[in-house]
């Protein structure tokens, strides 16, 4: 079957580092999302990783092992506006998006 | 800038009622898709389209039906809403290429009393 799976909820305070992780199972393997969705607003663009190995962005970097079915998406030196829903996708053996829940995260001051 | 719209953010819809939810894209995508967000649950397909005239029935289209007939605009349908149709729905844009990213639209609060 198909299912990825992500913690329902995770929280860190401003300033510090926090990885969200993502497990997948699916037919076929075309690569890795990561969206992020601000309450109330439509999901965003993050990342995209078909290749094993840490992508960075700015303060954002996303993982991806495809042996392990595995991929994580690191925040670094947190802001209170990256308190959002993050979301991971990844593709089926169609090239369509299986979407995890999406993992809450609760920045503290 | 790229832009997805839907024609409402918020609506209240009676059971029974058939309701007609718009979804225009500007960035001339040939694919477009339907999506249901429930809480707990990841983002669900309902319908997608590969290009205009063109419909392909996602994981849970029962309840729903789509058009499409120009290329920047996809139409989700309810025939008869029921209250377990109460959900966000949210349309995406993507360009032919499978690895790229879905542009997604605002979302559109549905409510079925």
């Known amino acids: 079957g198909q299912n990825i799976d992500q913690p329902t909820e995770m929280t860190a305070t401003e300033g510090a580092i926090v990885q969200i992780n993502c497990t997948y199972q699916t037919s076929g393997f075309n690569g890795l999302f990561w969206y992020q969705q601000h309450a109330g607003e439509a999901p965003t663009f993050l990342s995209y990783n078909v290749l094993d190995g840490l992508e960075e962005k700015g303060r954002f970097s996303s993982f991806l092992s495809r042996s392990k079915g595995y991929s994580y998406l690191l925040l670094k030196e947190l802001q209170m506006k990256d308190s959002a829903s993050y979301l991971c996708?990844?593709?089926?053996?169609?090239?369509?998006?299986?979407w995890g829940a999406g993992t809450k995260l609760i920045i503290k001051p | 800038d790229v832009k997805v719209t839907q024609s409402s953010r918020y609506l209240v819809k009676r059971t029974g009622e058939k309701v007609f939810l718009e979804c225009v894209q500007d960035?001339?995508?040939?694919?477009m898709f339907w999506y249901r967000q429930d809480p707990g649950l990841g983002l669900r397909l309902i319908y997608f389209?590969?290009?205009?005239?063109?419909?392909e029935k996602g994981d849970i289209p029962e309840g729903y039906s789509v058009s499409r007939e120009k290329k920047e605009r996809f139409s989700l349908i309810l025939e008869s809403a029921s209250t377990n149709q109460t959900s966000m729905y949210l349309c995406?844009?993507?360009?032919?290429?499978?690895?790229?990213?879905?542009?997604f639209g605002p979302g559109t609060r549905l409510l079925v009393l």
């Open positions: 995406a844009s993507r360009t032919g290429d499978v690895i790229e990213t879905q542009y």
């Open positions: 389209s590969y290009d205009v005239k063109m419909k």
């Open positions: 960035m001339d995508h040939e694919n």
């Open positions: 996708a990844t593709t089926d053996s169609n090239y369509q998006l299986i």
